[in-house]
């Protein structure tokens, strides 16, 4: 399967990330776009709420020059953390009071949020979302029932 290179780049910090315990969606730059834009808050200007897709002056600057982060605009950026939020079970955008899960840093409900996020990175380059394990168990039974079907 091609990929591109923002992509790659992407999912290894992550993944990085995740297996280092230092995935935070608490903390702007150990969250998900804090991990891919390697550990740096600027993006965190681009949006007045943390959770919130839409632009800021500064965001909505940066987007129609053109301007890139390790590859990606300002509201790609934002949708890739309203996403890894949202998955992780946020209630969004973040303000005080809003739901929280109890632990954000247990391991499953990152996995939730890489999950959604790289099923995201996915659509937005085109790519067969590699997460999409049904594909493994469809072989499976194909096999086995190949299999079956032979010995009758």
Not at 79 to 100: H, T, V, Y
Request: charged share 20%.
């Amino acid at each position: 399967m091609k990929t591109t290179k923002r992509f790659d780049m992407a999912v290894q910090k992550l993944y990085t990330a995740f297996h280092e315990n230092t995935l935070n969606p608490e903390c702007c730059t150990a969250c998900a776009v804090g991990n891919i834009l390697d550990n740096n808050d600027v993006w965190k200007n681009f949006t007045d709420c943390h959770g919130s897709s839409k632009l800021t002056y500064v965001g909505q600057v940066n987007e129609a020059f053109g301007k890139r982060f390790n590859g990606y605009t300002p509201a790609e950026l934002l949708n890739i953390e309203a996403i890894f939020l949202g998955a992780c079970g946020f209630k969004l955008p973040l303000m005080q009071g809003s739901k929280r899960p109890i632990n954000p840093t247990d391991p499953n409900i990152l996995f939730n949020g890489l999950e959604a996020t790289i099923d995201y990175l996915c659509r937005i380059d085109g790519i067969e979302n590699i997460m999409d394990y049904s594909k493994i168990f469809i072989e499976e039974v194909l096999k086995k029932n190949e299999t079956t079907s032979q010995v009758a």
